[in-house]
Structure formats: structure tokens, C-alpha cells
């Protein structure tokens, strides 16, 4: 349905934070199943944004069961939100240096980051394609939640789907792949406080800390 443009969003008031404590709680028991500390920061002055409760609630299960299943037994999740100002312009438009063409936009930021196994740099973007899956399959074990844990190849492509579908960006960062020392990744989401921005591209370098 994504795919085919055919998922239509039901769009309401969204207090984000409160979103994000209740996919929390609905996988307690999986973190506590794998003893993971979860660590929630939640920037409580962040605004209601408008979106489609039910899908960033999949978006929020889907990131999260991933950290779930690519961190160790003990290992810890760290779940963040913020408000960010991106430049934003319209595609096409003029970019000589000083922003022409571009707005501020506010961006709420969710940031989930774990100490798992990591990803490779070459996999950074492929992670979001359909049916992709990191690592030797050979490796990963059965059960929705068990470490290295196979599933469809799909969690990470819906997700992305239904952030775009909000106008918004994901993307992950980690400094690599390494099952041994396990350095982590950290997934990042911006969406805007309405899905009416989806039509214009975000520019990364331009955000503000």
C-alpha cells in the first residue's frame, strides 16, 4: 500500500513524547525478556505535531524492535526526542550559500541508539530497502526478538515509508559493523509538525544544533 501511494494517513493533534512511552511500554516485556536497560529523554516542551497516531506508532515498534533484536543480552537503548530547525527549500531552487530559496522549518527529532552489533557504512542506506537484511543469514536466529533475530526485511522499509509519507527523514549512523565490540548505531527521525512539508527536500548539513 505504501508502494502504491494508496495508505491514506488519519491525521490528528500528537503529543509525540506521550506516543513514544506507549510503544515503550508495549515491548516491556521484550526488553525485560533480553534484560536491556532503555533509557527514555524526552524534551517535554517539544509541540503536538500532526500525523497519523496508529502509523507512528508502527514506525516507533519497527525502530524499536530493531534495536531490540541487534543488541545484546544486558545491552541498553536510549530513546531521545527534541526539537530541530531544518532549512528547507523547494527542489530545484536556488542554493548559493545563503540559504535563498529555503525557510526554517521546525522538526521534532527522535533519536533511538543502542549498543548493539552496528551496521556498516555501505549498509547504511541499503538497511532501508525492501527485503534487506545486514549480516551473514546464516548468523541470525529464529524468534521475533532474539538477538540477530531474522525477520521478513520489511521493519525497516515500512518504516521509512511511513516517515516519508509524513515528509519527514530517517536515516542511521554507526561507525560499523562489529559483533564483537559492539559499537552501536543510532536511528534518527525528523518529522515535521505537518505532513504538508513532504513535498519539499530536507538538506542534513543545513540542521542546527
Known amino acids: 500500500m505504501i508502494d502504491e501511494k494508496r495508505l491514506q494517513l488519519k491525521v490528528e493533534d500528537i503529543q509525540l513524547n506521550r506516543l513514544i512511552e506507549s510503544s515503550v511500554n508495549e515491548l516491556r516485556f521484550f ?18 505535531i500532526r500525523g497519523d497516531a496508529l502509523r507512528l506508532m508502527q514506525l516507533l515498534s519497527n525502530i524499536l524492535g530493531n534495536a531490540i533484536k541487534f543488541t545484546p543480552d544486558g545491552g541498553k537503548i536510549t530513546i531521545s526526542t527534541s ?7 523547494l527542489s530545484g531552487a536556488a542554493d548559493d550559500g545563503d540559504a535563498q530559496g529555503r525557510e526554517h522549518h521546525l522538526f521534532l527529532e527522535i533519536t533511538v541508539t543502542d549498543t548493539g552489533i552496528g551496521i556498516d557504512r555501505e549498509d547504511q542506506l541499503r538497511v ?25 526485511g520489511l ?3 515500512i518504516a521509512k515509508g511511513i516517515v516519508d509519507m509524513h515528509g519527514g527523514e530517517i536515516w542511521v549512523e554507526s561507525t560499523g559493523y562489529n559483533p564483537e565490540r559492539f559499537p ?18 530536507a538538506d542534513y548539513s543545513r540542521l542546527l544544533r
Not at 32 to 44: A, G, P
Not at 83 to 88: D, E, F, I, S
Not at 184 to 197: C, D, K
Open 31 to 48: 526488553f525485560s525478556m533480553r534484560k536491556q536497560e532503555v533509557v527514555v529523554n524526552l524534551d517535554e516542551s517539544i509541540p503536538s
Open 83 to 89: 526539537a530541530k530547525y531544518l532549512l528547507r527549500g
Open 128 to 152: 532501508f530497502d525492501k527485503f534487506y537484511e545486514v549480516g551473514n543469514i546464516q548468523e541470525h536466529s529464529s524468534g521475533k526478538v532474539a538477538f540477530k533475530a531474522k525477520g521478513a
Open 155 to 157: 521493519g525497516l522499509s
Open 184 to 201: 552501536g548505531s543510532t536511528f534518527h527521525i525528523l518529522l515535521p509538525l505537518a505532513p504538508g512539508l513532504g513535498d519539499n527536500t
